[in-house]
């Protein structure tokens, strides 16, 4: 039984940092599809990093260069460094996996069609 598990959510003012931790338990091939998405209050879910099979990152516009995903294979787990926040990316996140190969990440990843994925973990930023 796969499961999935994000941590590392809280408050943090304009400006600040946190790192996002998504845990998986079970067997997840390494090939898998990895992604991390986040949904607003009143908003629909929304793509905001993914890696691809060959570990290969993805970044949604609003996001990138200040966000950085990543694989920690030793702790089975995979990472959303955030930096200089906004309050506009107050949300909801989520880690979705994928390790079906017929289809590319990137067909997954902009569909979000994702085997597994885990609850989620609050993100505020507010002054």
């Known amino acids: 039984q796969v499961q999935l598990a994000e941590s590392g959510g809280g408050a943090v003012q304009p400006g600040g940092s946190l790192t996002l931790s998504c845990q998986f338990s079970g067997d997840i091939p390494r090939r898998s599809c990895l992604s991390w998405f986040r949904q607003a209050p009143g908003k629909e879910r929304e793509m905001v990093a993914d890696?691809?099979?060959?570990?290969?990152?993805t970044y949604a516009p609003r996001v990138l260069g200040r966000f950085t995903i990543s694989a920690d294979i030793v702790k089975n787990a995979l990472l959303l460094q955030m930096d200089r926040l906004k309050p506009e990316d107050t949300a909801r996140y989520y880690c979705a996996a994928e390790p079906r190969e017929g289809y590319s990440c990137d067909y997954h990843y902009t569909r979000q069609l994702y085997t597994y994925w885990g609850q989620g973990t609050q993100v505020t930023v507010s002054s």
């Open positions: 890696l691809d099979r060959d570990r290969l990152p």
